[in-house]
């Protein structure tokens, strides 16, 4: 078992930054991979970012390339998402999410564990 808590979230004016935070807590591994995903009003959740501890793999979704930027302290069992340049589409409750899978996938079905979430609102 493996518990999340996203932190960071807020309300920032278009072009602005933010980051955030996952802590993974109870039985997390070398062999692990973690991602980040969002979801909007009426919107299905969607991949943002993506990383896998032992191959040194990540990968953003395409609304995001370029902007995001993800990132992981494995020694504290925390994982980081880096938003910059916003956009009022960027807009949507963002959760944090990991698999014992040794690679992270795009798809939601690829994760066993997710947080709570925390709300990003982009202004104008």
């Known amino acids: 078992q493996v518990q999340l808590v996203e932190s960071g979230g807020g309300l920032v004016s278009a072009g602005g930054s933010l980051r955030l935070s996952c802590a993974a807590s109870?039985?997390?591994?070398?062999?692990?991979?973690m991602a980040w995903f969002r979801q909007a009003p009426g919107n299905e959740r969607e991949v943002v970012a993506g990383?896998?501890?032992?191959?040194?793999?990540?990968g953003y979704g395409d609304s995001v390339k370029g902007r995001f930027t993800i990132s992981g302290d494995y020694a504290k069992n925390t994982v980081y998402l880096q938003m910059n340049s916003l956009k009022l589409e960027d807009t949507a409750i963002y959760y944090c999410a990991a698999t014992y899978d040794n690679r992270w996938s795009r798809e939601r079905s690829g994760y066993g564990y997710w947080g709570q979430g925390t709300q990003v609102t982009v202004s104008s």
């Open positions: 990383l896998t501890w032992s191959g040194d793999s990540t």
């Open positions: 109870g039985r997390t591994s070398s062999r692990f991979a």
